[in-house]
């Protein structure tokens, strides 16, 4: 269940967060750097709820 929930806020940050801060932002160059950090640590966020549901499906006792 908690991966369920990293993966909706890895999901969060990489595509709404961008949206909310570019009303903030006004040069280009930094929401691209923002933009970018925003993709890496989303799928990072993503990448560890995946692995957590994998773990959590491969340790079952079949």
Same mark, same amino acid.
């Given at each position: ?6 993966? #909706?806020?890895? =999901? /969060?940050?990489? !595509? ?8 903030? @932002? ?9 933009? #970018?950090?925003? =993709? /890496?640590?989303? !799928? ?8 957590? @549901? ?9």
């Amino acid at each position: 269940m908690i991966a369920i929930i990293k993966i #909706i806020i890895g =999901l /969060f940050i990489w !595509l709404v967060l961008p949206m909310l801060l570019r009303k903030n @932002i006004k040069k280009k160059s930094v929401f691209k750097f923002v933009s #970018i950090s925003c =993709l /890496f640590l989303g !799928l990072l966020i993503i990448l560890y709820g995946v692995l957590d @549901i994998l773990t959590g499906i491969l340790s079952l006792n079949l």
